[in-house]
């Protein structure tokens, strides 16, 4: 099997994505824009062949490097990059050199339009916030007299929270319209509620091998647009309503032999045809893993290894890899530089230091979402996450 993985070197834990390949027996073959030499000796080892170019965002050059290591090694069975940024170019590289294994280009609007996601989440009984397409100032003011202040707004096609802004009064519209980026929006109904999201690898029927769930914060946006500290974590077991949910969706979605992350609120508040506190109702879909260390973190909360059951999906489309009946609490909670915190580094090590599996400094271009430092621990339970979450992040007055 050739297998040409799109950017095994970012992020930078996906080279472990092509090492479980190789380990059983795949022809896995790179692509990206990091020069060999600057490669790290894990990238290097997990890939047969490496094919540099100048830039990913060429299309052409892109193209270019598939057809050369086609013409070396010959058809390619599998193309992915498990990362959102390239699922289009993906699904175009797959559709020219007629790659069946993963979304091709007719495929991709229901994967990335938020206005396409609500007519799916619809069609399969899944509720969700109610939805308008950001045309003028005063269609946005007839949807908010239907659904009330606030309302969030955000790109109809877009990766995570990127220019979403949470709009509460008539000034917030007057300034988000003034500076509104170039490209489509869209409005919705603010929801009161968690976000929690259903995480699984999928066959080739759709059928989940591995399913997690992961509790994150309020409001990605917000985060990144406040500065505040990222704290989320892997949750132990799962309802059985957001499996269900989960399950039904992915189904929708026509998502298969792929990691999926779909996102949920669960409602804190009632509302009205969407359902009581505590009921989960479709966000958005994302065919591709959870990002930062959420991969890691579902192996330590649940004493498997993902990247593996991923290659198993690969290779055998069936989980492989038995289930380890070891399941616990990840949690994660990140640092700002700009921030001084109660509790110093060496007061965290003397009170978690026994369930500390990582901390570390975030890359510079993850920084905005995820903060400077990140630790992340081993968690008895919810409670105990949460007290983790506390004491790192706790700040001076």
Known sequence: MNFVFISPQFPAFFWNFCDRLKKRGVTVLGIGDTPYEQLS???????????????????????????????????????????????????????DFNITTGFRTGDIERCKSKARMKEIYAQAGIPSARQSMVTTPEAAREFIGQVGWPVIVKPEVG?????????????????????????????????????????????????????????????????????????????????????????????AFGAVRRFVHLEFFRL?????????????????????????????????????????????MVTEDRRVLPESGNDHC?????????????????????????????????PELNVPQMGNMMYIAHAADDAAAR????FVTEKKE
């Open 387 to 390: 007290e983790f979450i506390r």
């Open 159 to 251: 990766v995570g929270a990127i220019a979403t802004w949470k709009l509460e009064n008539d000034e917030d519209l007057t300034r988000f319209f003034d500076g509104k980026p170039d490209v489509p929006y869209v409005m919705e109904e603010f929801i009161d509620g968690d976000i929690v999201s259903y995480d699984a690898i999928v066959n080739s029927a759709g059928d989940p091998l591995f399913e997690s769930m992961t509790e994150w914060p309020p409001s990605v946006a917000d985060i990144v647009n406040q500065e505040l500290d990222l704290t989320y974590y892997v949750a132990a077991g799962m309802p059985d309503a957001l499996r269900r949910l989960g399950r039904a969706a992915v189904k």
């Open 41 to 95: 000796a894990e990238v290097k080892q997990s890939l047969n062949e490496y094919y540099w170019v100048s830039t990913m965002n060429d299309y052409d050059k892109v193209y270019r490097a598939v057809a050369f290591l086609t013409f070396k090694h010959g058809r390619i069975d599998w193309l992915e990059s498990n990362n959102e940024y390239w699922l289009e170019q993906d699904a175009r590289l797959r559709t």
């Open 330 to 362: 990840c949690v994660s909670a990140g640092r700002r530089d700009k921030y001084e915190y109660v509790h110093t580094e060496q007061e965290i090590f003397d009170r978690y230091g026994k369930d500390i599996v990582i901390s570390e400094r975030v």
């Open 268 to 312: 804190k508040t009632a509302k009205p045809g969407l359902g009581d506190v505590g009921d989960f109702i479709g966000l958005e879909v994302n065919m591709r893993p959870a990002g930062g260390y959420t991969p890691d973190m579902m192996d330590y909360a649940h004493g498997t290894d993902v990247f593996a059951l991923w290659a198993d």
